[in-house]
């Protein structure tokens, strides 16, 4: 028997990989599906079933196309409707592969379809569960991405994720291992531990929301609580996995065209076609093509392209580090941006040797930020830190503008007056600079490595650190609604 997880950090995503004498099974996979097809191949294995835990909403999974390219059924869990050929799983239902034995156990509440999958091994122990967004390590799935207007209520399905964790998971023995589909950073949790791999038993000793003696109504208020809308991008890519997708391999072949300086220029204007920069932050403060938005392969790169970038069919060229154009058409897929219509051959160098138009962001810092304040006090400071983080610790007369809503609050912010921006980092505030220039706001001064510098210079006023888990709910609340 082997398990191995497939952890893909920018997602916070956790597919697995299963063998046993000669049969392959994998579960969650991404869209990428040839370092699948490749392990396979290396292992001597045949591959008999594809399990999707949910229809995903964080990510575009592979399973259609894993499916045409093996042959392997797609199984899903009670309740699930697909337009594309596949197993619709009963509650208690066993799939055989190679020595091992796989169980469905119906756990409805992150959404009505999920299906956590327990593994028992060649005795007949059980071994392992792959709990999808059912049950997270430290966390549980949010109840509100299922929930349909005059339908479920997000309190419904919140009640049906406790009776599928008391019912079918928590009776489990302690040493059966967990294996969720995500980790912390993930936008289908809220308090997900950093580690990816935990024992039921622990769960059931450090998890809230596994106490013993909660009860339905305090797991309802609790997992509820403090919920912030989920990205726009969700239900689109619940959408392709219902639905299918074209294969990645057509998307590579589109997207993968060199271009240059004149050619990416003419595409840019005739196709209505975003320009996106995912180099470094610092490299796009010095120069970029006007017009064009940042966000770095670096950071989470895909979830932000998701949540800032509102129509998913849009066509993007890309702006790459030599040798990173691959990966970003890769993982602009994994979120189903499909339309890259070529890269820029020769990156920002080839579009300054061709005497291209170029512009700037002012990127200073923390110390020349500190010395800034006192001689133009005019200019106003942004901080587009998730509301929770602003509340936590952020400068004297800031104003929150999170970067998560920077598209629904371009009203809060003046085209003429000067600001200076910062986030946690220097990330997100670039990420922002960008959106901003866009939309035609230029007397903009980014501050590098954002609060974390701001904080190391001990001379810019502060309000007074509070642990996040002390601010009362209705205060989040209130920040929360002011900006969404």
């Known amino acids: 028997m082997k398990i191995e997880q497939i952890y893909t950090g920018c997602l916070a995503q956790g597919a697995y990989y299963i063998t046993?004498?000669?049969e392959a099974a994998i579960i969650d996979p991404l869209r990428e599906v040839q370092p699948y097809l490749d392990k396979m191949k290396e292992d001597g294995v045949k591959l008999k079933y594809i399990f999707e835990t949910h229809f995903h909403a964080d990510f575009v999974s592979g399973h259609v196309t894993l499916s045409e390219k093996t042959g392997a059924p797609i199984v899903y869990g009670p309740s699930a409707k697909t337009t594309f050929d596949s197993i619709i799983a009963t509650d208690n239902q066993v799939f055989q592969v190679g020595d091992l034995t796989i169980k469905v156990l119906h756990t409805p509440g992150h959404t009505m379809e999920s299906t956590t999958y327990l593994l028992s091994d060649a005795n007949g122990k059980d071994h392992a569960i792959f709990s999808g967004d059912t049950l997270f390590l430290g966390d549980v799935g949010r109840p509100d991405l299922a929930q349909k207007s005059g339908d479920l209520t997000i309190e419904d399905l919140a009640g049906f994720l406790f009776d599928s964790l008391r019912n079918k998971i928590m009776p489990l023995a302690n040493d059966v291992i967990v294996y969720p589909a995500h980790g912390a950073g993930s936008a289908c949790g809220k308090n997900m531990m950093k580690e990816t791999v935990d024992t039921l038993g622990n769960q059931k000793e450090m998890n809230y929301a596994l106490r013993a003696d909660m009860t339905k109504a305090e797991f309802i208020a609790e997992v509820t609580d403090g919920l912030l809308p989920p990205p726009d991008y969700f239900a689109?890519?619940?959408?392709?996995?219902?639905?299918?997708?074209?294969?990645?391999?057509?998307v590579m072949e589109r997207g993968l065209v060199p271009l240059s300086p004149?050619?990416?220029?003419?595409?840019?204007?005739?196709?209505?076609?975003?320009?996106l920069d995912v180099r470094h932050q610092d490299d796009f403060a010095q120069a970029h093509i006007p017009g064009s938005i940042f966000i770095g392969l670096h950071g989470g790169f895909a979830p932000w392209v998701g949540a800032l970038i509102p129509d998913i069919k849009q066509n993007i060229l890309i702006i790459a580090p030599k040798g990173k154009e691959e990966e970003t058409i890769t993982r602009l897929a994994r979120v189903g941006y499909d339309n890259t219509l070529g890269y820029l051959e020769g990156g920002m160098d080839a579009w300054i040797k061709a005497t291209k138009e170029t512009d700037q962001v002012e990127s200073i810092s923390p110390a020349?930020?500190?010395k800034r304040l006192t001689?133009?006090?005019?200019?106003s400071v942004l901080d587009v830190r998730k509301p929770?983080?602003?509340?936590?610790?952020?400068?004297?007369?800031?104003?929150n503008l999170p970067l998560d809503y920077i598209n629904k609050n371009m009203g809060r912010v003046s085209r003429t007056a000067p600001y200076f921006i910062h986030c946690a980092g220097g990330y997100r505030s670039m990420i922002a600079s960008s959106i901003l220039k866009v939309r035609g706001f230029h007397n903009l001064v980014d501050v590098k490595t954002g609060f974390k510098g701001i904080k190391e210079t001990e001379t810019i006023p502060l309000t007074n650190y509070q642990c996040?888990?002390?601010?009362?709910?209705?205060?989040?609340?209130?920040?929360?609604?002011?900006?969404?």
């Open 20 to 22: 046993s004498n000669g």
């Open 368 to 370: 020349e930020f500190s």
């Open 388 to 399: 929770t983080e602003f509340l936590a610790h952020h400068m004297v007369n800031a104003t």
């Open 375 to 379: 001689t133009e006090s005019n200019r």
């Open 468 to 484: 996040p888990s002390t601010i009362s709910q209705e205060v989040i609340d209130e920040a929360v609604a002011a900006v969404v």
């Open 236 to 250: 689109k890519n619940v959408a392709m996995n219902k639905k299918g997708y074209e294969s990645i391999d057509t």
């Open 262 to 275: 004149s050619e990416f220029e003419s595409i840019a204007n005739t196709e209505e076609a975003l320009i």
